[in-house]
């Protein structure tokens, strides 16, 4: 689970809780525990303190030697056990072997209506003990019964069991924790799936978001296949428009040309002439743009990057048999090139275009995968042995339009549209000195999954 997922935080918040109510169980636990450990040895001091009373009255003496209680923790010294009958004035008239060289300091508290009283206090040894005693009468005879019991067992004995307590409930919240990580991972597995599908629509393998979702998660999925839908129709629909625009503007400014041809002596055929050639390249331009701008929401395509590169470095051959492209064949390790086929070969071919026009008869095409801050990215390298470019001049050559040498053929547009392409897709172009000498261009484009070389 990695850190930030919805289960690594249902997982963290699980154990939290159960750690918080595993400790909070445990001290409840000791808690009552202690009280029932308190409530049992009050009663079994009850219960001696009626033995005391049913032997003074059998032996209808309280210093009679026959009275003796037969739990042997009352004959050792300091063990907080003690038994004791006194007078009306506290003069001890009968006691246990443990109370020999002992004194307990007296009881602030009253009787209640029971004429019994009960206190929390510590023996001259430090052992806190809890003490009862009863006020009884026996033959006319006042006297006040007393016996105390040993607390410190039972905080001992509380101690072991809240240390138990924790080690059990540990274990449990260990078995819990676990039981929720695999619960949290069954409970959003549909949601990797779903993740799968997006992303095989995304490298092109599907064309929808397909499988069986819980009812919580389909809703979803049916929401991404309409967006799907719907941004194939806005695509299709702006396609269809910038033809019609381009259709609908390529006649009336032919007509404005060819009259202007007509009469191009006059001046105002030289200024029409001037003007529509403009507004062509105006129109192409922004024609341009708008295509790009439409592909921008294309989903689902990849390309054999090695194909269309082995494809555009044998016309390039053809079509300047003066030069020599060294094309370094990639492994089967190459990922493809995750977008339109046609944008790829405008952005090589573009690239490839320009390496032409400038090599002295040596161009290098590479292709090397690399891992980005973004993922897999595709990197094409187009280097020639012309002149090259300054930095200054490599930054200014990207502007639209811009040309540093009107002499040679074209409009300035090519590397500017490579860049709309490359910022489409979001990859990179460089400019850069290669070792050849001239101009190394650096193509950065997203990549789809693993591709082989594939058609050669």
């Known amino acids: 689970m990695q850190k930030g997922s919805i289960a690594a935080s249902l997982v963290w918040l699980s154990a939290a809780w159960l750690i918080v109510a595993l400790v909070a169980t ?29 032997l003074t009255i059998v032996n209808k003496d309280p210093k009679s030697t026959d009275i003796r209680l037969g739990d042997p923790r009352f004959q050792r010294t300091a063990s907080g056990w003690y038994w004791m009958i006194r007078d009306a004035d506290g003069a001890l008239l009968n006691f246990s072997d443990s109370v020999v060289g002992m004194v307990l300091p007296p009881l602030s508290n009253g009787f209640d209506e029971t004429k019994s009283r009960t206190a929390v206090i510590s023996d001259p040894f430090d052992t806190k003990i809890r003490v009862v005693e009863r006020a009884v009468t026996v033959d006319g005879v006042p006297l006040q019964i007393t016996v105390t019991g040993s607390l410190d067992e039972i905080l001992e004995l509380v101690d072991e069991f809240r240390g138990q307590t924790l080690i059990v409930l540990g274990a449990v919240a260990i078995m819990l924790a676990i039981m929720s990580g695999i619960v949290a991972r069954l409970a959003l597995r549909p949601i990797g799936r779903l ?226 392409l490359v910022d489409v897709y979001g990859g990179s172009l460089q400019l850069k000195r290669s070792v050849l000498g001239g101009l190394l261009a650096e193509l950065r484009l997203p990549a789809a999954k693993l591709g082989g070389l594939g058609r050669s």
């Open 26 to 54: 445990a001290f409840l636990l000791t808690e009552l525990y202690s009280r029932a450990l308190d409530t049992s040895l009050s009663e079994t001091l009850d219960f001696h303190v009626e033995t005391l009373v049913d």
């Open 195 to 420: 993740e799968k599908a997006i992303e095989r629509v995304r490298e092109g393998e599907s064309e929808t978001v397909t499988g069986d979702y819980p009812r919580e998660i389909a809703p979803l999925a049916e929401e991404v296949n309409e967006l799907l839908r719907s941004n194939t129709q806005i695509i299709e629909r702006a396609r269809n428009q910038v033809g019609n625009l381009a259709h609908g503007l390529k006649t009336p400014l032919a007509v404005l040309r060819n009259e202007a041809t007509t009469a191009k002596n006059t001046p105002l055929a030289k200024v029409v002439l001037s003007e529509s050639e403009k507004m062509t390249q105006l129109v192409t331009t922004y024609l341009d743009r708008a295509r790009i701008a439409a592909r921008s929401a294309v989903v689902g395509k990849k390309a054999d990057a090695t194909h269309v590169m082995l494809r555009l470095a044998r016309v390039m051959e053809k079509l300047n048999p003066k030069i020599t492209i060294a094309f370094v064949r990639p492994d089967a390790s190459l990922p493809w090139f995750r977008g339109d086929e046609g944008d790829l070969e405008e952005m090589a071919g573009n690239l490839l275009d320009n390496a032409c026009k400038w090599s002295n008869g040596k161009i290098g095409v590479s292709m090397v995968a690399e891992r980005g801050q973004q993922g897999a990215m595709l990197l094409i390298k187009v280097e020639d042995d012309g002149p090259g470019l300054t930095e200054e001049e490599a930054e200014k050559v990207l502007r639209r339009g811009v040309r540093l040498d009107e002499k040679t053929p074209g409009s300035g547009l090519g590397l500017d549209i490579v860049k709309e």
